[in-house]
C-alpha cells in the first residue's frame, strides 16, 4: 500500500517537487516524476487513496469502459468492455500507488501555498516545507456551488450537496428536486426514482443535450466510444485546435451532454423535468417560469467551484479567476496545474487523457520551462461556477507558452 510515513515529512524540509493531491492525476504525475528519477512526495487530504471516488452515490459507474480507464504503465483490472464501478476505481488508484511506491502522505490537507526566498512553502497545519517546483493536481469540482438563497429555504427541507449524496436512505419521505440537469443530477435523480418508493422527482434545469447513443450498446463499443475517446475528446477537442478552442467555454461553463441518463429514461422512471431554480419565495423553491414547488428535499448539482482560495500567489486575474496554458503558468513558472476540467483537451478530464496532460507537465518540469516565450492568448476558467463533472470524467494559471499534443 502506498506510504502514509508521515515520520519522514520533517518541518521546513526542502523538497524538489510537491504535488498536491493525490487522486488519479496526482498519481500520474508522480508516475512520471518516478520514471525521470525526480524526488518528490505526493499530499492528499484524504484518509485513504481513492476516497474521492468512495464518497459519490453508490450506484456510480464510470461513463468509459474499463479499457480507457488505465492510468500509465498499469491496465484496469476489469473486463476491457465494462464500466467500473466508483469503488473499483477507487481500488484501482489505490492498488497503482502501491505498486509503484509513490510516496503518497494522506490525511496532509494543504492550507495555503506561497513563496519565500524564490521558493515555493506549503503549510499543512502540521508541518510547513519547502520546494522547487509545486504541481497541483486537483480537479475543478472542489467545492459545490451552492446559491445564496438556500438558506431561505423551510428549515424542514433537506438540503444535500451532490457530492454528499449517496443513497436514497439519506432523504426525508416526500418530494426531491434535483437542481441541476447535467450528468450528475440526472443520474442522482434516476438513482431516486428507481429506489421504488412513491415520490414525486423533479429535475430542475435546461436540458445540456445528450449523445445519441446507448452507450452499452454494441456499436457504441466498438466504433462510436473509440471515435469519440481517443480522437475527438483527445485530439480534435483540444486548446490547439480552432474548433477546441471554440467549444471549450461551452463545457466549462455549461457541462457535457448527457452520456448514459438520456431523456427517454428520465421520462421512463417518472422524472418531472421543470425549469431551472432561480431563487426561494415563502421557504420554497422558485423556478425560472415562476411556479413554486412543494418538496421536502433539494439536491444541489448545480456546479462546482475550483476552491483555490488557499493559493496565496500571483497567478490570478483581478476578478479573481484563476488562468492557465495547459497547465503551465508564466507568472509562476515553476508552478503547475494536472487534473482541471479541459485543461489541454475534453479528455483532460477522463482517465485515459491525464496520464498525457501528467507527462507533459514532468517534461516541463525537467526541462526547466520558464515560459519565457511570448504568449497570443491566455484560456481562462469561467468566472461561473463550473458544471459538475461526469461520472469516469474526470478531474484555472497564467498564459504560457503553446503546447503541442
Known sequence: MATSNRTTLIKGQRLHTVVIGGGQAGLAVGYYLSQRGIPFVILDANERIGDSWRRRWDSLRLFTRARYDALPGMPFPAPAGSFPSKDEMADYLEAYAARFHLPVYTRTRVDRLWKRNGRYVIDTGQLRLEADNVVVAMSSFQQPAIPPFARDLKSDIRQIASSDYRNPSQLQPGAV???????????????????????????????????????????????????????????????DTPVGHKVRPKFLGKGSPLIRARPRDLEAAGILRVPRMVGVEGGRPLLEDRALLNVTNVIWSAGFTPGFSWIDLPVFSADGTLVHRGGLTETEPRLFFVGLNFLYSLSSTMIQGV????????DAIVSGNALTSPVAESLESPREPVAEPSAGLRREGTRTSRLRA
Open 355 to 362: 496520464g498525457r496532460d501528467a507527462k507533459r507537465i514532468v
Open 177 to 239: 428536486l434535483v437542481v441541476g440537469a447535467s450528468n450528475s443530477g440526472a443520474e442522482i435523480a434516476l438513482d431516486i426514482a428507481r429506489a421504488g418508493e412513491r415520490r414525486d422527482v423533479w429535475l430542475a434545469g435546461r436540458h445540456p443535450g445528450h449523445l445519441p447513443y446507448d452507450i452499452d450498446g454494441m456499436f457504441a463499443r466498438f466504433v462510436l466510444s473509440p471515435l469519440l475517446f481517443r480522437f475527438v475528446f483527445h485530439r480534435v477537442f483540444t486548446i
